[in-house]
Nanobody
Framework: QVQLVESGGGLVQAGGSLRLSCAAS????????MGWFRQAPGKEREFVAA????????YYADSVKGRFTISRDNGKNTVYLQMNSLKPEDTADYYC?????????????????WGRGTQVTVSS
């Protein structure tokens, strides 16, 4: 069982930055593709960013492209989401997800493990 723990959320003004972290319990973390998703109140959980096992392939939702960057440190079993130029519409609970495959994907159903989420609030 892979455990994922997110951190780094909080309250920030529009235009500000936050860096989310997701620490994985599994030593085989380096073999997993990872993703970030978010869910705003009353909305479905949506894809934000994904990264392959090596970090060589990344995908982004159009709404965050150019503002968010996903990265990983396999030596620390951690994946990051650097969020810059934040907007009020970025307000949501952010979830880290792991896929027991090295190939990154944008599809929520293809992720096998999920964290409990971290809240991000962007004020205008």
């Amino acid at each position: 069982q892979v455990q994922l723990v997110e951190s780094g959320g909080g309250l920030v003004q529009a235009g500000g930055s936050l860096r989310l972290s997701c620490a994985a319990s599994e030593r085989t973390f380096s073999m997993f593709a990872m993703g970030w998703f978010r869910q705003a109140p009353g909305k479905e959980r949506e894809f934000v960013a994904a990264i392959s096992w090596s970090g060589g392939v990344t995908y982004y939702a159009d709404s965050v492209k150019g503002r968010f960057t996903i990265s990983r440190d396999n030596g620390k079993n951690t994946v990051y989401l650097q969020m810059n130029s934040l907007k009020p519409e970025d307000t949501a609970d952010y979830y880290c997800a792991a896929r027991t495959s090295p190939t990154a994907t944008t599809r929520r159903v293809q992720y096998d493990y999920w964290g409990r989420g971290t809240q991000v609030t962007v004020s205008s």
